[in-house]
């Protein structure tokens, strides 16, 4: 397992950007699959968008699909989440994930798949 610490969550005003970072500590980072899920009240947690261990295949939620980014530097130990034309329905906590198995082929969209999480950052998009 691996530690997780978001940042970069804050309020903006619709159409705008953020990026999110995701820190992760241990070196099982580079054979993990990542993935970002956000959750608003009285919601299930959702899946955003997921990343495989090397970089080379991502997914995404088709909700996000072409306004948001996933990427990882595996050398930092860090995924992010470039989030653009952003929408007031993006406002939710987002959270960052850790598959529970080493240099899985696939990705998993379901948060059964993930177990490590981190704390959670808020985004507030104003409309």
């Known amino acids: 397992q691996v530690q997780l610490v978001e940042s970069g969550g804050g309020l903006v005003q619709a159409g705008g950007s953020l990026r999110l970072s995701c820190a992760a500590s241990g070196r099982a980072f580079s054979m993990l699959v990542m993935g970002w899920f956000r959750q608003t009240p009285g919601k299930e947690r959702e899946f955003v968008a997921a990343?495989?261990?090397?970089?080379?295949?991502?997914y995404y939620a088709d909700s996000v699909k072409g306004r948001f980014t996933i990427s990882r530097d595996n050398g930092k130990n860090t995924v992010y989440l470039q989030m653009s034309s952003l929408k007031a329905e993006d406002t939710a906590i987002y959270y960052c994930a850790s598959d529970r198995l080493a240099l899985r082929r696939v990705i998993l969209t379901t948060t059964s798949g993930y177990n490590s999480w981190g704390q959670g950052t808020q985004v507030t998009v104003s409309s």
């Open positions: 990343i495989n261990w090397s970089g080379s295949n991502t």
